[in-house]
């Protein structure tokens, strides 16, 4: 009976150090990146702005294409988690853009060292109750500040960014992983002319149980924009161990709502949805699989696993 019984607690091992190594690090720090490296294809400068109530600040890195800009402007990729898409970026993936109509990147992360500022984008990229009832707390960290925060990317980052470049307004994009593939989805049915490409990876739709399907009902449509949601084949929404509040949330999402939501957005006239599951990739890894993805999409390249 030893061996069965070693057995059980190797697994069980291995299934709480893949549930670990899943949850974001708070303390992992961004390394060298592409911004110390340097590209050929693209250079890099940035700027810093606060939150309207002094309690968060960004740092919002520009990574602009070495060749000039087309007369109309450059394509712009927004990038949610900023830091974080810093580090999986690559300089191979830059010099595939650099083929087609290489865009602009609009790196939005902490002001600080940090790959991520976990109650910053857990309150800046989760919505609220439209009623303002209270949120179901799943951890030390607030939600429900995307209005919030979409004022602040419309208002103040957008116009500081078209004031340093030139854009085309005709091709702009947002890609955002997890919570901030929540947050893409949020600002379609919030703000649906903000965007040309939406592009959603393994967003967290088990946020507050029945709070997204209140936002889709309130979506009248009239985005002229595609939609690309992207998960993992091995992502699971019942892979969430223990019994706390964020589990029982996640327990309660099927494994294909991503799917039946590009099945119900299609159906709005103007919004074209893809929907695509990458094979082998669970939900960490997706955040750099989807990213190029993003950036192939933006450049008008595409897109393949």
Known sequence: MIRPYLRCLAWLGLLLASAAAARPDPDAVLGETLVERGSAFYRFEHFELDSRDGQRHYRVRLAIPRRQPPVSGYPALYLLDGNAALQALREDWLAELDTAEPPLLVLIGPASDRRLDLPARTRDYTPGWPDGRPLQRYGEH????????????????????????????????????????????????????????????????????????ELERSYRGGAQASLLLLRGSEESARGAAGDSPRARAMAMLPDDALQRLAERLGGHGGLEVTYRELPGLDHGPMLAASLHLALRLAAGLPIRD
């Open 142 to 213: 607030d939600g429900g500040g995307s209005s919030a925060f979409r004022e602040l990317l419309e208002q103040r980052i957008r116009p500081a960014v078209a004031a340093r470049q030139p854009l085309d307004a005709s091709r702009q994009a947002i890609w955002g992983h997890s919570f901030g593939g929540l947050f893409v989805i949020d600002t379609l049915f919030a703000a649906p002319m903000s965007f040309q490409t939406y592009i959603a990876a393994s967003p967290s739709l088990w946020w507050q149980p029945g709070l997204l399907a």
